[in-house]
């Protein structure tokens, strides 16, 4: 039977029983439904614009949504746009499907997946040993791996949740970007603003745990981006003290980054670079 090619969206098991659904009138949860659906669809990681938002469903609807919790709505109103809150924890990002292709589009170079059980390796732990005459049939091996190559080429959506762990990884860094943009910040002017207030230059992932706890301390904020950078700017010494701790001691110190161009140490290749450009007569 072919698989089914269209688009899926994932809610829990018991999504019906959460207090914050079961408050709410029927059409206001079949709304958020939709927009989980539509934001899959639009490829918008759950980010709508506000004229789109409420051209699709009535602002009152929306305006539930967002008032469906004091600190932890199903849906934020973040200035000219509506955010499903969480979308990366729960529904599969635009990010997280263009790694997974990069990683089929590589494997498929090298000839595909490799074999958990390479032909020579020995017989897998707990199968029968050799000479019992109980071993796996030719038919067995050829629907196995036409099972494998149809999780990796065919089914990309679910294969997310089929493949070994550590087999596609997205990154912390690029999953923190996603939670960033959900909770609307901008992930570079954020790690700008930490280094040169703090003096300490942090990965996307680092810079997204600040963010997060200075929001989960001033509750209903109407513009996370600046409620974050002005409250940097209020007690650097608290947010470093903050990244310092939460650091493993193990882990050496990134180098320091040019404040100017992220990703690039001190002393600056394109600051050089642009300064003996400014020099050309």
Known sequence: MPRDQRLYMTFPNDFHRHPKITRLPVEVRWAFVEMNGEAREADNDGVFDAADAEFLWPLDVLDQLVASH??????????DKYVIRDYGEHQETKAAREARAAKNRANGQKGGRPRKNPVGSGP???????????QPNRTQHKAESESELETEIEDPVRQSSHVDSGEIDDGPDEAARVVLLGLGVNTDRLLHHIQERTGVVVSPAEAMRVATDILARGGDVMKPQAYVLRSITNDPDAIRAAITAARPTSIPQREPECAQHAGYPLPCERCRRDAAEKEKP
């Open 70 to 79: 004091p600190t932890r709505p199903l849906v934020l109103r973040q200035g």
């Open 124 to 134: 897998v732990s707990g199968g029968n040993p050799p000479g019992t005459g109980s």
